[in-house]
């Protein structure tokens, strides 16, 4: 993919923490929610009425996971016009889905010893937010092309022939995960190979 | 549905299940009932001995029923005809709240720290003993139909005549044309909703037993479990009904929290309750042919008919969706006991605080079966006939670690005053008075004038740890 599309223009000389805003902003975005999140649970007297409350909460829940399944979609055309390479814009993009993982394995210390705290990385909701952000990424090249090359550039079937089973498989992986009888099967798996690992986890 | 019949089902009791000759696909591992054979010492039943039918469901919390009118809206008119025609158990808990623990309780009347299924991955060990063993050594013809969900493969069951239950999901079962083992043999049920389809079993089960011969049949619901599919056709009954409000700590996105997600209760959690309730509604309904049929019965006095559940679940009280945590609405289960002959006020209630455990003891009590020594409950029938509030004077309640749920393990100790619960890992201790806060919101541990009641809390919670094993 990066041989293919590596032909787009970017800016010289691009400013590491000028091309990582986007995705800078994005993790941030998550971390702040999850600290609204963590602090409010259960606590509906920090917030007055309880209507204050419950749309508080519901809106850091549900505004978290536009970050951790859909960033993509704006951080890899925003770092690539600020003229991040591929690998870099990938990192970017699935930087929110991978701090999303890291803190929840984070949250599962309280309950579960280090090794399984770590396994939980592996979730349904993790792996369906990499596959999102795989999809959303290869979206976000498109507009890339288009934005900088009209649609002229996305006249060729080279670029095609890579991005779409990259898309599909990010967005199979999502559909897979959270989706298909509400994520169950990826759910089940992750819970055998856990108990390949540590048994039943006494 | 594709309906057994009698002769279909004698067929199958007899261990010839391949000849059901319901487009079964073949053997499964594990799953055979094996009989018992009758023990001349021990055979005390005979036509006069009661006969139990045990109906388990699952998830379904202990308010949930109409006549306590915590969901204005709600309807289970024949869960509560039960309770008017017998007995209504109004502090019944089990001594775990996850599905396999409290199922392995109920049948073997020990504690997950003897029987050994201690979460849903632990095996069912085949060695362990079971009420069935006794009764079908006394006389008893007995059946088990519905969700076992231990995990393992399933086992050769001893006492039991028919086995049916389903290996589909995990053990979960599915809503809709759940694919059913039947004594051994996988067995696709296309076009059936689960609840009517063992329904429709256990009454060719009943119908196929000698009259003079008394019977145990538990019938095991996958209902009111997630994913909560009500029957097509009660499918958004309750629109616009008023059920119960959402606690003020809920809220309604509370279900993709990471201490909820795992519950499979993922949605608007007004949505996903609304499910439940409708499910439950589905279910009472089966519930309510299982009662005609009896009162049709010539065994109708003489039948006891209990309903139960496997554990509670959360709708938004501590911002939880779900079971496992040691609160009362985790914890606490119906327990509804109808006896014709043996309840002298039908219609009545019971305070006295009884366990999962105290299922098998009951049984053989009432059976006028000894107790085996393995079993650590403790009859409740003698509470039929009168209450009696010191029966018990603690509940103890275990919980292991069951990945990738976010509860520590944990053991509590419940009284008539007071929650005190101990984490094994991750949270400090909590303690609750039962009384003034029966929904578990003010958490009083280290508060000033509660360290003497901790330490005697602490000290008998560790006592029955000990018992416990």
């Known amino acids: 993919m990066t041989a293919v599309m590596q032909d787009v223009g970017t800016p010289a000389r691009p400013r590491p923490f000028h091309v990582a805003v986007p995705a800078l902003i994005s993790v941030a975005t998550i971390i702040v929610l999850t600290m609204v999140i963590t602090w409010g649970w259960g606590q509906p007297e920090r917030f007055g009425p309880d209507a204050v409350y419950r749309a508080v909460m519901n809106f850091a829940v549900l505004a978290r996971l536009g970050p951790v399944f859909l960033a993509a979609i704006v951080v890899w055309p925003a770092m690539r016009l600020r003229g991040a390479s591929m690998p870099w814009a990938a990192v970017g993009s699935l930087s929110s889905a991978i701090t999303f993982g890291i803190i929840g394995a984070t949250g599962s210390l309280t309950y579960f010893p280090p090794a399984q705290a770590a396994y939980y990385v592996f979730n349904p909701m993790v792996v369906a937010a990499i596959g999102s952000q795989i999809g959303c990424s290869v979206l976000g090249e498109v507009y890339v092309r288009w934005r900088l090359g009209g649609l002229s550039a996305l006249r060729t079937w080279r670029l095609w022939a890579v991005a779409i089973p990259i898309a599909v498989a990010g967005f199979t992986l999502m559909y897979v995960g959270v989706i298909w009888d509400g994520g169950s099967h990826w759910f089940y798996l992750w819970i055998r190979g856990f108990m390949a690992l540590f048994g039943t986890g006494q | ?234 499918a958004g009954v309750y629109d616009g009904v008023p059920l119960m409000p959402t606690p003020s700590e809920g809220f309604t996105w509370e279900t993709l929290l990471e201490r909820n997600v795992w519950e499979g209760t993922a949605g608007r959690l007004e949505d996903v309750y609304q499910r439940y309730c409708e499910t439950l509604l589905g279910l009472d309904r089966e519930i309510g042919r299982i009662l005609d049929y009896v009162d049709a019965s010539p065994r109708a006095q003489g039948t006891v008919v209990v309903y139960t559940s496997d554990n509670g679940y959360s709708w938004g009280e501590q911002t939880l969706t779900g079971k496992r945590w040691a609160y009362d609405v985790s914890a606490d289960v119906p327990l509804l006991v109808r006896w014709p002959s043996g309840i002298p006020d039908p219609g009545t209630e019971r305070a006295a605080p009884v366990l999962n455990i105290d299922l098998a003891p009951s049984l053989l009590d009432m059976a006028g079966l000894s107790i085996p020594g393995t079993i650590q409950g403790r009859s409740w029938a003698p509470l039929l006939a009168a209450d009696n509030a010191q029966w018990r004077p603690a509940v103890y309640y275990e919980y292991f670690a069951d990945y990738p749920y976010q509860v520590p393990p944990n053991q509590a100790i419940r009284t008539s005053e007071w929650l005190y619960i101990e984490y094994d890992r991750g949270l400090p201790p909590e303690l609750y008075a039962r009384v003034d806060d029966s929904d578990q919101r003010n958490n009083l541990y280290g508060d000033p004038g509660t360290e003497v009641i901790v330490g005697e809390l602490s000290a008998a919670l560790a006592q029955l740890r000990v018992e416990a094993r």
């Not at chain 2, 499964?28 to 006969?51: K, M, R, Y």
């Not at chain 2, 969700?147 to 028919?162: E, I, N, Q």
């Open chain 2, 1 to 234: 549905m594709n309906e057994l019949t009698r002769r279909q089902v004698l067929a199958g009791a007899a261990g010839a299940g391949a000849t059901l000759g319901l487009a079964a696909c073949g053997p499964t591992s594990g799953g055979q009932p094996i009989e018992v054979p009758v023990d001349a010492t021990l055979a005390t039943a005979h036509t006069d001995s009661p006969s139990f039918i045990v109906i388990l469901s699952d998830d379904h919390r202990a308010d949930h029923l109409e006549l306590t009118g915590v969901a204005p809206g709600l309807r289970t008119p024949n869960l509560d005809r039960i309770a008017a025609e017998g007995v209504r158990f109004t502090d019944s808990t089990v001594t775990t709240a996850l599905c396999s623990p409290s199922r392995a309780s109920f049948v073997t009347g020990e504690y997950a720290s003897r029987h050994g299924v201690v979460n849903n991955m632990t095996d069912w060990n085949p060695d362990n003993p079971t009420f069935f063993e006794s009764l079908a050594a006394a006389g008893y013809r007995c059946g088990y139909i519905g969700k076992w969900h231990m995990p393992g493969s399933l086992p050769d069951l001893r006492g039991v005549d028919t086995f049916i239950t389903f290996t589909v999901d995990e053990g979960q079962g599915v809503y809709f044309d759940c694919p059913l083992v039947i004594n051994g043999v996988d067995t696709p049920r296309p076009g059936t909703y689960v609840s009517t389809d063992l329904t429709d079993l256990a009454l060719e089960w009943l119908a196929a037993g000698d009259p003079e011969q008394p019977s145990c049949l538990v019938l095991a619901h996958k209902a009111v479990h997630q994913p909560f599919l009500p029957p097509t056709d009660l």
